[in-house]
C-alpha cells in the first residue's frame, strides 16, 4: 500500500487512530456517548454499512479519509477502495466485501463489538489477504473484546524481491548472496 500512500504513508497511523476512534468501545451514556454504540445507533437510522456498497463509500461519508491533507484523504480512499481487489480469510469473499459484511452483522447485533482497525506486513505469513478476526483484547492494555480488521500493506521502499512471500524472498536472496572474500589486511585503529 506504499505504492499509493507515497510520502503520504507518514498519516496511515492517524488515518488508523480516526477509524478506531469512531468504532470504538463507547465511554458511556450522554456526553460520552460514541464510538460503536454511536455507530450502531446511525446504521440503524442510515443504513451506512448496506451489502453491494463499498466501504471507501462508508469511510467517505464518515469523513474517516482525515481532514488535515486532502491528497493524503484522497489516497486514503483509493487504498480502502483498493481491499476488493484482495482476497480475505474467508475463501471466495473479496477483503471489501468481509469487511462490509462484519459491519453489517456486527453493528446489527444486540452487543456489537468494537472494530479495531490495522495493517500487517503483505510479506508475512498473512500475506495479500484482509483479515478480520475476534479477539479477547485488541489492545494488551484494554481488557476489551474486539473484532480486529487488518489490511495488508508494504512499505513503498520495499524492493521487487522483498514483495516475495517471506520463504521465496529468503530462497532468492540466498542465491545472489556470496561470501565477502577473506583479507589478512587489518583495520588501523584510531586514536
Known sequence: MGRIMKEDDIFISGLFDLMNLR?????????AFGGIEEMAALQKEFQIFQRG????DCVAVL????FWNARARNRWLTLIGELGLYE????GVNGNDR???????NLASRYPL???FQAHDSRSED???VIVRNAPTGLFYMTQDYIIVSIPMLPRSVSRTARQPVKAARKAAAKTTRAAPKSTKKTPRRR
Open 114 to 116: 468494537p472494530v479495531l
Open 53 to 56: 456498497r463499498s466501504l471507501k
Open 88 to 91: 480475505s480469510d474467508e475463501p
Open 99 to 105: 469487511i462490509m459484511n462484519m459491519m453489517i452483522e
Open 63 to 66: 469523513n474517516l479519509g482525515g
Open 23 to 31: 468504532f470504538g468501545p463507547s465511554q458511556g451514556p450522554k456526553e
Open 127 to 129: 500475506g495479500r489477504r
